[in-house]
């Protein structure tokens, strides 16, 4: 298995535009989730989905950020406008729910740079 | 609010040391989970833990859950250079993951 898949690693971008990144879970898992990771803030959780249906998205910093998951392959993230303070490192991750533990694998992540 | 408290947060030590990482909450979770993290990665599942007081061994790293399922710990026998990384804990309530602050360790050779 390719495991989790995320698309670009990299991304410059300038305050106010459109950033989108990418997110394909490892197949047959049915949870999905996104987190933002910075120094300051550590390891956050944005919001996470259970079957495409997202559960909770308490975590999303403010209108600014949408997710989607319009199939079980594959989810976006959004950032419209950017702005600076929300350069970091995002992870998609994936589970398997129907599994006692819900072990969660870790795609390798999109730094996010936003002048 | 953090939910899970990690200490130390920097651990600097030579090779052939034994360290001992904690993580801290004032809550119960159902299971709880300790990852490593190398730089330019994502973090990596090291163990999962379920029962309260559960002991269990991954080579020279051994990880305990607390008997009230609020805290944890990971031990460290004899740290290696490769053992360097950003260790996190995170706390499963039902499907959402609530990740400690991290302890970021250098074993020196």
């Known amino acids: 298995d390719a495991g989790v898949i995320q698309s670009p690693r990299h991304e410059v971008t300038e305050m106010g535009q459109e950033v989108t990144l990418r997110c394909k879970p490892i197949s047959g898992h049915n949870s999905l989730f996104w987190y933002r990771q910075t120094m300051m803030r550590g390891l956050e959780l944005l919001i996470y989905f259970n079957n495409n249906v997202p559960i909770d998205d308490s975590g999303m910093p403010e209108d600014r950020f949408s997710a989607k998951m319009p199939n079980a392959s594959f989810s976006t993230l959004k950032i419209q406008p950017s702005e600076p303070r929300d350069s970091a490192v995002y992870f998609c991750?994936?589970?398997?729910?129907?599994?006692?533990?819900?072990?969660?694998?870790f795609g390798p992540g999109t730094r996010l740079t936003v002048l | 609010t953090q939910l899970l408290e990690q200490s130390p947060q920097f651990l600097s030590i030579q090779e052939g040391e034994n360290l001992t990482v904690y993580c801290n909450s004032s809550s119960v979770f159902s299971s709880l989970q300790w990852y490593r993290q190398e730089p330019g990665e994502g973090p990596v599942l090291l163990v999962t833990v379920v029962t309260g007081g559960e002991v269990k061994k991954l080579k020279r790293l051994t990880f305990q859950f607390g008997d009230a399922r609020k805290d944890s710990s990971l031990h460290i026998t004899a740290a290696q250079p490769g053992d360097t990384g950003l260790y996190l804990c995170?706390?499963?309530?039902?499907?959402?993951?609530?990740f400690g602050s991290g302890t970021k360790l250098n074993v020196k050779p």
């Open positions: 995170a706390g499963a309530d039902f499907n959402k993951f609530y």
């Open positions: 991750a994936s589970s398997q729910r129907d599994r006692v533990y819900n072990e969660q694998f």
